[in-house]
């Protein structure tokens, strides 16, 4: 029996297990981590993605290491757990998390992780029930990328929004972008609509310009990476782009997500690490289903894993501690 559970991980008190997302929805399956390199492994080939879910899962890994490496260089190993993915600010602040708990020893390195669990599992919440009180009954909601459970320790920032909405009795119409090229949103997203029985379309992400036209889009809401003093953000490649049509359609663009996204030492996008990918990934798909390639095999490819969406573009940042402009944010307001 796990110590806790997420509908992603299984925290026990010596090993974690995790749901591969990358076989989802055609199989079910959980792994276990017994090392650094298998955490830093699982990560690179989003097994465990979602930016909540990446720095708890590698909370839990250090902490792990500590208990079984009493005298190891634990800061060489926090290290190597932290350049693993560039562009999530939330496994920089859990690592920095157990990196204060050093000199108190393995025991509290472990205490503090399963804080950071139970803390993103209330700020989820609490975030959701804000991103809740701007949906109306009726209302068709774009979203991209993968925000649920699965990202998280708890109801998820963005699909959260939904989720407390549908338990509140609102019927919602969702249009799933697929989110390319690694499909979180046709594989994951769809899933997670599909489970918590809420009405919802998959659309290519090249659809997402004449839905708006069409009028059949009431509001945007997505999660972010990374969010800046300024107000600019990182998301999954492609939020950007339906920032842009959002403005340009005037439709309201939500960006959901927890304080402890909020990288208030960034001041502007520019400075957000993107991080880049092998470009097999836009050449073709692989996973589950296969491999398949369309591309020349050799085709020159630029594969950004995220963009960054200016702040001008936003219509609201909805935090766990309330639903803020650029100006609050960059005045800190947002902090608990
Ligand atoms: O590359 P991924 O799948 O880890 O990217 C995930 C996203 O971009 C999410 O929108 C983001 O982490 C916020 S969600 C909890």
Known sequence: MPQLQSRSLRIHADALEYLDQTRLPQAESWERIDSLAAWQAAVKRLAIRGAPLIGLSAAFTLAHYAKAYPDADWQAASDALRATRPTAV?????????????????????ARALALFEEDRALCLAMAERGADLLRDGDRVLTHCNTGALATAGVGTAI????????????????????????????????EMADLGIDYQLICDSMAASLMAAGKVDKIMVGADRICANGDFA??????????????????????????????????????????????????????????????????????????????????????????????????????
Not at 302 to 318: K, S
Request: contains cysteine.
């Open 90 to 110: 939330n496994l920089m602040y859990c690592l920095d998390a157990l990196e204060a708990c050093f000199d108190a020893g393995a025991d509290a390195l472990w």
């Open 235 to 336: 998301n999954k490649v492609g939020t950007y782009m339906l920032a842009v049509l959002a403005h340009y359609h005037q439709v309201p663009f939500y960006v959901v997500a927890p304080y402890t996204t909020v990288d208030a030492a960034c001041a502007t996008g520019a400075e957000i690490p993107i991080e880049q990918r092998d470009g097999a990934e836009v050449r073709g798909v692989a996973g589950a289903f296969g491999e398949v390639n369309w591309a020349p095999t050799d085709a020159p490819v630029w594969n950004p894993a995220f963009d960054v969406t200016p702040a001008a573009l936003v219509t609201g940042w909805v935090l766990d501690t309330g639903v803020f402009d650029a100006a609050a944010i960059g005045r800190g307001e947002h902090c608990p």
């Open 160 to 191: 959260g929004a939904l989720a407390v909405a549908k338990s509140r009795g609102l019927k919602l119409h969702v249009y799933v972008d697929e989110t390319r090229p690694l499909l979180q949103g046709g594989r994951l997203t769809a899933w």
